[in-house]
C-alpha cells in the first residue's frame, strides 16, 4: 500500500489555498476519484457540501519518499462537471483547441519567506539595507533561508519537476524558481506541486510562504510570476514574437483583471514594472508589460515575456488566457 496526497485548489477569495489530504491505495492501482467537505473549503454549502477529487497529474512523493505518490486533483461537482472554482479545465479546453499552435510556458515563481510577522533575516526593528546587494547574493550578511531554498529544489528534482533554476531575488527574503517549458496544463500542474512542495518544507523550519504582489510596502521589490511564452511560429519568426507583443495589448484589461488579487501593488512603474494602468512592450526592457528577451532581437526568433502577472497568479488562468489571447490572433 502507498500514500497518495491528494493536491486541490480551494475556493477561497480573492486568492485560493491550496489543501490536501492523504489516501491509502493499493501500489501500482489506478488512483481512484475521491471526495472532501466542500463547506470547509469555500466550495460547498454545508446542506449540500460534497465536492469530488478527479485526480489528473502524479508524481513521486519525495518528503515520503519510496512508492508514494503526489496527486493534482480536479476539483468536480457531485454531477462530475468542473466546479466554478476549477480553472483547470478551462485551460485544458483552450489548450485542446489551439493545440496545433505548440504553445509552451515558463513560469518565474517569486515568493517571499516570512518568520514571526516580517521577512525572513529582517530586523524586528527598522529594515535592512537597501536593495542592491541582494539580487543573486552570497554570504549571510545578504541571503536568508537559503538552507529552506535548497531543499525545495532538491525536492522538486526528486519528483521529477522540471524545475529549471532558483535564485535570490531583489529584496531580502525573497526567491524565485523557475518552472518549464511545458504546455499550459502541464505547466500549472508543476506549479501547483511545486508550492504545495514549498508549503509543505517550510512548516518544518515554522515559515511562512508568502505570495503577496507587494509583501512589504515602500521601496521594496514586489512579486512576481514573470510568464514567458512561445508558439511554433514564434519559435521561428521574430515578427510572431512582435505579434504576439502587440495582441496582448489589445486584452490588457482583461489580463490584468486576471492576474492576481493586489496587482495594482506591484504594477506602480518602478521597482522594475510597468504601471497597471498602460501597457507596452520593449527589447530587454524590464519596466515594459512585456519584454522581448535581446537574444531574440537577435537571433530572429525565440519567446516573449508577460511581466504582469502577480505572484499570487493562478497559473491555470494565466496560461489559459495567454494561450486564447495570442493563438486567436496570429
Not at 489528473?56 to 508514494?68: K, L
Not at 490584468?256 to 521597482?271: K, V
Request: negative net charge.
Amino acid at each position: 500500500m502507498i500514500k497518495a496526497e491528494y493536491i486541490w485548489i480551494d475556493g477561497t477569495k480573492p486568492t485560493p489555498l491550496l489543501r490536501s489530504k492523504t489516501k491509502i491505495v493499493e501500489a501500482g492501482a489506478e488512483l481512484p476519484i475521491w471526495g472532501f467537505d466542500g463547506s470547509s473549503t469555500n466550495q460547498a454549502p454545508g446542506k449540500s457540501s460534497d465536492c469530488v477529487l478527479k485526480p489528473v497529474f502524479s508524481c513521486p512523493d519525495p518528503i515520503r519518499g519510496g512508492a508514494h505518490k503526489l496527486v493534482v486533483c480536479e476539483v468536480l461537482t457531485s454531477d462530475m462537471e468542473p466546479h466554478l472554482s476549477n480553472t483547470r479545465a478551462k485551460c485544458v479546453a483552450t489548450e485542446s483547441r489551439y493545440s496545433d499552435h505548440g504553445m509552451w510556458f515558463g513560469l518565474e515563481q517569486e515568493y517571499t519567506l516570512f518568520k514571526d510577522g516580517r521577512p525572513l533575516g529582517w530586523p524586528e526593528q527598522g529594515f535592512p539595507a537597501p536593495q542592491g546587494p541582494y539580487y543573486c547574493s552570497v554570504g549571510g550578511d545578504y541571503v536568508y533561508g537559503r538552507e529552506l531554498v535548497e531543499e525545495h529544489l532538491t525536492a522538486c528534482l526528486a519528483a521529477g519537476l522540471k524545475i529549471s533554476g532558483i535564485n535570490a531575488e531583489v529584496m531580502p527574503a525573497q526567491w524565485e524558481f523557475q518552472v518549464g517549458p511545458l504546455s499550459a496544463s502541464a505547466v500549472s500542474d508543476q506549479m501547483v506541486v511545486a508550492r504545495w512542495l514549498l508549503a509543505r518544507i517550510a512548516e518544518k523550519y515554522g515559515v511562512h510562504v508568502s505570495y503577496e504582489p507587494k509583501p512589504v510596502k515602500g521601496d521594496w521589490n514586489g512579486a512576481g510570476c514573470h510568464t514567458n511564452f512561445s508558439t511554433i511560429a514564434m519559435r521561428e519568426s521574430y515578427d510572431k514574437c512582435v505579434q504576439a507583443a502587440q495582441v496582448l495589448g489589445e486584452r490588457h484589461e482583461l489580463h490584468i483583471s486576471n492576474y492576481g488579487a493586489g496587482i495594482e501593488e506591484r504594477l506602480t512603474g518602478n521597482h522594475e514594472t510597468c504601471s497597471w494602468r498602460e501597457y507596452k512592450y520593449g527589447v530587454s526592457d524590464r519596466g515594459a508589460s512585456v519584454r522581448i528577451p535581446w537574444q531574440v532581437a537577435r537571433d530572429g526568433y525565440g519567446y516573449i515575456e508577460d511581466r504582469r502577472p502577480a505572484a499570487n497568479c493562478d497559473p491555470y488562468v494565466v496560461t489559459q488566457l495567454i494561450t486564447e489571447t495570442v493563438c486567436s490572433r496570429i
